[in-house]
């Protein structure tokens, strides 16, 4: 039998476990690096089912035990996301520039990791939807907020229709006109916000298709969805993540979205950015003035 990464089994056969077989599965996928380092005994306690379960879906998964998903679960975090917080070489103390040199090597690998393993059948999947949606709903919250906005901003100018959904407080006023013409992205890294995991859910129940963002192709959100963008998100920073594979992919989608416009909509689109730069220029947006007259 070929060999396949234990969160591909788990996304292939997740639809046949039970429902406690499945609360281990997610805790897996969700803290793949901390159950890289836990018993049989801690993994039951943290998904609150029994040791034999956690067995029983060692077993589904093809694994002859619990030693040999384990072995599966480290391979997976040796090969995918990189050192521990604590492990890397650290920083040097007291200086800030080479603190600073380092951030902005670690992004280049991450940059450089996402455009050797992209899949591009989800990139194009994902830029025509984006062009022919009648609407486009961005759900980015807490640490994806920025690229989402940044998404957001980018689609408004190119076609128009562009709603990024708001936290709790007024969602649900939002969320009543879902429509399958309209397309939801939805941003989400680890640690899964409830939040954005629950608009996946509601948008997969109206039929609305659904592009997802994720560190994990079999994150919560991941499974609903029909088209799925994985990027390098674990970072050895003191937050532990990064944003820029994200901030990288919408950069790469604006491009991806923009080389399927037709003539007309290029035509169109350049009218609403000289729309834009009107109203702006009326309202006197930008300060202008001279340094040297302040």
Known sequence: MPYM???????????????????VADYIVSHVEDVAFMTVEELAGASQV???TVMRLASELGFTGYAELNSEVRQHVRQHLGP???V???????NPVAAFRASLEHDQQVLSQLAATF?????????KQLLTAKKVRIAAYRTSQSP?????????LIRGEVELLPTEVNLPERLVDF?????????????????????VQLAAERHVPIIVITDNPVSPAARRAQ??????????????????????????LLEATATLMSGAQRRRMVRRIEEVETIQSRWAFWDLSSPMRR
């Open 84 to 86: 521990r917080w604590g």
């Open 227 to 252: 088209t799925v963008i994985v990027i390098p998100h674990r970072s050895h920073r003191i937050a532990g993540f990064t944003v820029i594979g994200a901030i990288g992919v919408v950069n790469g």
């Open 148 to 156: 989402g906005v940044i998404l957001g901003w980018g689609l408004q």
């Open 50 to 52: 029994s040791s034999a």
């Open 5 to 23: 990464p234990i969160l591909e089994k788990v996304k292939q056969r997740f639809d046949n476990l039970t429902e406690s077989q499945r609360a």
């Open 88 to 94: 890397e070489k650290p920083i040097e103390t007291n």
């Open 179 to 199: 429509s399958p013409g309209d397309v939801l992205v939805a941003f989400s890294l680890a640690r899964y916000y409830r939040v954005a995991i629950q608009v």
């Open 119 to 127: 899949d591009g059948k989800a990139i194009a999947s994902a830029a």
